[in-house]
């Protein structure tokens, strides 16, 4: 099968997956040798390209339908092949890849993590790296629309996400340039949807739903910026809905990207929790105990403890896991969540009641 092919057939599967358009080159000049035994396209390359690893390419854990997988999708892969790409020892239960328990059920991954120089794991000072359990982050619209990769921002750009990806967990060798920039440009054409597609090339920003029924138009006032009870909004605002406003209850900057939703703080899948001990400019140190520090391990600021990067909520519905470490398999979880976050960040001076969780589902459905 030739390149060109490989991106026609590409760019049907986004179609029929409602996932917009995705016109790639057509492969001309150096290419990579990949699954397929010739040089591919970036398509080629998302889809098929191993570059000598483990069988793994980008489109194992990134499908085009939807970003990324839930522990659905990983149930039926395994069930109808357990020899599937996604199912390699480097992410099994043991190392060696007798089980994959922790993949079938929350469609985690395992991520290495180099400790900042000003940070030390309590339990191994000599540690230089932590590995955590981590959910895949969906590659619909936030290659093109979002500055910000990775749950904790690690990556600079779609070339070093990628070459993180396949050297670790494809375990294969990094790509050249010229390869990370056709898979960067082909990950650029990847929608959840005609609006977020015409936005990235220049149209309107999206416009938020006002809502048809009761419970959808009550859900909405959850997300309205123009008011402080707009709890929502106080991070799911801009057009991406993924930006702090001014109204947001840890006076961040408006624009700012990463925030605490008490995950790692509530741990409601009981993690294994460490211990880090960050050393602070004026050498003072901070004990930590945390699931996953998530920003504060790439900043090495104590400020950052379990900050995280902040979702698009466009195309919620069809993304899920949620949260870094996909402690939330469904969105009825994922809103219930937020009202142990909301009781405790509140001190109990807010909570949701059965009605507002069913109205925050209810307007999430219609993003």
């Known amino acids: 099968m030739n390149s060109r092919i490989l991106g026609v057939v590409a760019a049907a599967v986004m ?3 409602g996932c917009g358009s995705a016109v790639d080159d057509a492969g001309q000049g150096e290419g990579s040798i990949g699954s397929v035994g010739e040089a591919l396209s970036g398509a080629g390359l998302y889809t098929s390209g191993t570059f000598g690893g483990n069988g793994r390419a980008c489109a194992t854990c990134h499908p085009t339908t939807t970003g990324t ?44 993590i180099d400790l900042p120089p000003n940070v030390k794991l309590a339990a191994d000072p000599n540690a230089t790296a932590v590995t955590f359990q981590r959910g895949t982050p969906t590659t619909l619209d ?29 375990q294969a060798v990094a790509p050249s340039q ?16 005609k609006t977020t597609k015409s936005y990235a090339e220049g149209g309107p920003a999206p416009a938020l739903p006002a809502g048809t029924t009761d419970a959808e138009k009550r859900g909405a006032k959850w997300f309205d910026t123009s008011v402080p009870s707009g709890v929502c909004a106080h991070c799911h605002s801009g057009p991406m809905l993924n930006e702090t406003n001014q109204f ?21 899948k009981n993690r294994p929790v460490q211990t880090f001990i960050f050393t602070n400019p004026d050498a003072t140190t901070t004990t930590v105990s945390s699931p996953d520090p998530g920003r504060a391990l790439i900043t090495g600021k104590v400020s950052d403890v379990n900050f995280f990067k902040i979702p698009t909520l466009w195309n919620i519905k069809n993304s899920a896991p949620y949260f870094h470490d996909n402690s939330s398999q469904t969105l009825e979880e994922l809103v219930h969540h937020y009202n142990n976050f909301f009781t405790v960040a509140t001190g109990g001076g807010l909570t949701l009641s059965a009605q507002d969780e069913a109205d925050i589902l209810a307007y999430l459905m219609l993003l």
Not at 148 to 167: C, F, H, K, N, P
Not at 178 to 193: M, P, V, Y
Not at 248 to 268: D, I, K, W
């Open 15 to 17: 179609a029929l997956s």
């Open 69 to 112: 997988f839930s522990a659905a999708d990983a149930q039926a892969r395994y069930s109808a092949d357990p020899g599937d790409p996604l199912f390699r020892a480097i992410d099994s239960d043991d190392g060696t890849g007798n089980s994959y328990a922790r993949l079938l059920t929350d469609a985690t991954v395992l991520v290495g």
């Open 142 to 170: 936030t290659p093109a629309l979002d500055p910000v990769l990775m749950w904790d921002g690690r990556a600079a750009s779609l070339e070093d996400q990628a070459t993180g990806a396949i050297t670790g967990h494809a």
């Open 178 to 193: 010229h390869d990370l920039g056709k898979i960067a440009a082909f990950e650029q054409k990847l929608f959840s949807s």
């Open 248 to 268: 947001n209850v840890f006076n961040l900057p408006v624009g700012a990207r990463f925030v605490t939703a008490f995950v790692s703080e509530l741990n409601p």
